[in-house]
T-cell receptor
Framework: QKEVEQNSGPLSVPEGAIASLNCTYSDRGSQSFFWYRQYSGKSPELIMSIYSNGDKEDGRFTAQLNKASQYVSLLIRDSQPSDSATYLCAGGLRSGGYQKVTFGTGTKLQVIP | KAGVTQTPRYLIKTRGQQVTLSCSPISGHRSVSWYQQTPGQGLQFLFEYFSETQRNKGNFPGRFSGRQFSNSRSEMNVSTLELGDSALYLC????????????FGPGTRLLVL
C-alpha cells in the first residue's frame, strides 16, 4: 500500500465548476499535508499546506483535512482552464527528529472551456 | 530573489557510467532535497541535506549519493547507471529542514541508453 494515494484521473470539469481532488494516507502519524500543482513539463509548486483538521481557504482553493478518516482534499472553486495541471498531494511524517514528506502520484485535472 | 537552479538541464549517458547533478538553492535556504520523478512511480524522495548533513534518506540503492557544500549548494551522484535511472531529477530548497514549503528547481532530465 502506498503511503499517499491519489486517483490518477484525469478528472474533467467544466469551466466555472468546482473541482474536487482527493487523497488518502496510510500513516496516522502524518502531521502535515501539502498540495502541489505541476504543469506539464514544469516542476511542482506549492499551493496549499494544512496541519489541522478542518478547512483552510486561500482564494479559490480550499484544503480539507480529516485525520480520523486519513483523508485530505483540495477544492478549486470557479475552475479555469489555467488550472489544468497535475495536482500532487503530499504528507509529512516526523521520524528521528526530522520530517519526511511523501508524495502521491498525482491527479491530472482538465478544465474544459 | 533568484529561484532554485539545476545544472545540467538535460543529460544523456550510457549504462555503467556515472553522473553528477548540481542544485543551487534559493539564497538563504539551507535545506536541499532531491527527488526522482518518473511516469510510473511519481515523485520519489531520494535524500535531504541541511547544513551539510544528510538528514533523511529515501529507499534508493547506495548508487545514489549526495552532498552539500558550505554555501548550501548540493550535488547528487549516481554511479553505475542503469536504464531504470532514466528520469527527471528535481531538487527543492526550503528555509528549514523537514521539507516544509519547498521550492522546486526546473529539474535535470537524465536519459540512460
Amino acid at each position: 500500500q502506498k503511503e499517499v494515494e491519489q486517483n490518477s484521473g484525469p478528472l474533467s470539469v467544466p469551466e466555472g465548476a468546482i473541482a474536487s481532488l482527493n487523497c488518502t494516507y496510510s500513516d496516522r502519524g502524518s502531521q502535515s499535508f501539502f498540495w502541489y500543482r505541476q504543469y506539464s513539463g514544469k516542476s511542482p509548486e506549492l499551493i496549499m499546506s494544512i496541519y489541522s483538521n478542518g478547512d483552510k481557504e486561500d482564494g479559490r482553493f480550499t484544503a480539507q483535512l480529516n485525520k480520523a478518516s486519513q483523508y485530505v482534499s483540495l477544492l478549486i472553486r470557479d475552475s479555469q482552464p489555467s488550472d489544468s495541471a497535475t495536482y500532487l498531494c503530499a504528507g509529512g511524517l516526523r521520524s528521528g527528529g526530522y520530517q519526511k514528506v511523501t508524495f502521491g502520484t498525482g491527479t491530472k485535472l482538465q478544465v474544459i472551456p | 530573489k533568484a529561484g532554485v537552479t539545476q545544472t545540467p538541464r538535460y543529460l544523456i549517458k550510457t549504462r555503467g557510467q556515472q553522473v553528477t547533478l548540481s542544485c543551487s538553492p534559493i539564497s538563504g535556504h539551507r535545506s536541499v532535497s532531491w527527488y526522482q520523478q518518473t511516469p510510473g512511480q511519481g515523485l520519489q524522495f531520494l535524500f535531504e541535506y541541511f547544513s551539510e548533513t544528510q538528514r533523511n534518506k529515501g529507499n534508493f540503492p547506495g548508487r545514489f549519493s549526495g552532498r552539500q557544500f558550505s554555501n548550501s549548494r548540493s550535488e547528487m551522484n549516481v554511479s553505475t547507471l542503469e536504464l531504470g535511472d532514466s528520469a527527471l531529477y528535481l531538487c527543492a530548497s526550503s528555509f528549514v529542514a523537514g521539507q516544509e514549503t519547498q521550492y522546486f528547481g526546473p529539474g535535470t532530465r537524465l536519459l540512460v541508453l
